[in-house]
């Protein structure tokens, strides 16, 4: 069942056509990773899903409900019922710096779910647990690696319990050896069947937790497969361009 609909997605900035026509589907527990060149449109694609970038024509479900609806947006209310089902973690973390570790976390669940102080520490001690940092919870943002940072900004976007995690090249911005600890996080999010889209350019890293790669250039999505379709037997001349590059 398909917990993501995207149909005839366009966007553009000013006279850049930056999304062609895209459509694909998510289905429900799939990990999908996107890859492409750069200013191919992935940022873009994803920050659409969760409405930080309007698009000018085409449509956006999200379990069942429409985001947008061939260029029609719904209603602020639906909107943010749902974008609060999706959680997104940035490259560059995007954690608030005068919030400690706990206070980032709690910060969301508190104020825009309204939840209980003693739920929203349970869970976010419970979520630190999980990403490795149950030490870390009194620190703030600057006296952590790269690494803690953005498995801290996974932890923060699990305490929404999103449906739905998004990834924006979440390694780009780390040192090579800080990589591991947060693509095992994710890749234990995806034992767990945590529907994600992962745009990342460690390729290694998409064959191995992908169910799915989409393949992006130019504002299209030129090819999509299972990581052996598209990494073995790329259709396209793009494709196999594109990984000659990048393997
Ligand atoms: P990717 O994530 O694949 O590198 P992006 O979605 O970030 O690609 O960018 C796609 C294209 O859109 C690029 O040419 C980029 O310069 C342009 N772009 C992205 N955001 C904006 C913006 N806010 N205003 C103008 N151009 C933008
Ligand atoms: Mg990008």
Redesign the pocket.
């Known amino acids: 069942m398909a917990i993501i609909e995207v149909s005839h997605m366009k966007k553009s900035?000013g006279p850049?056509d930056?999304l062609k026509d895209v459509s694909f589907d998510i289905q429900r527990n799939e990990v999908v990773a996107v890859i492409?060149p750069?200013?191919?449109?992935?940022?873009?694609m994803l920050r659409s899903l969760v409405h930080l970038e309007e698009i000018n024509g085409g449509s956006i479900k999200v379990q069942d409900q429409y985001l947008v609806k061939d260029g029609a947006y719904s209603a602020p209310k639906q909107i943010k019922t749902i974008t609060s089902r999706m959680g997104m973690v940035f490259q560059h973390f995007n954690l608030f710096p005068h919030l400690t570790v706990q206070e980032n976390l709690a910060l969301a669940p508190k104020y825009v779910k309204k939840e209980s102080k003693d739920e929203v520490n349970r869970r976010g001690t419970a979520l630190l647990q999980k990403v490795g940092l149950a030490d870390k919870a009194g620190v703030y943002p600057a006296n952590l690696s790269g690494g803690q940072k953005q498995r801290v900004a996974i932890a923060r976007a699990l305490m929404m319990n999103p449906d739905i995690l998004l990834f924006d090249e979440p390694t780009s911005a780390l040192d090579p050896e800080l990589t591991g600890e947060v693509l095992e996080v994710i890749k234990q999010l995806a034992r767990e069947n945590m529907t994600m889209i992962i745009v990342t350019h460690e390729m290694g890293f998409a064959r191995d937790v992908a169910d799915r790669i989409l393949f992006m250039d130019h504002g299209q999505v030129i090819e999509s497969g299972t990581p052996e379709q598209i990494f073995y037997h790329p259709k396209t001349d793009r494709t196999r361009e594109f990984l000659n590059r990048a393997m």
Do not use: A, I
Not at 38 to 44: E, P
């Open positions: 900035f850049l930056v492409g750069s200013g191919s449109g992935k940022s873009t």
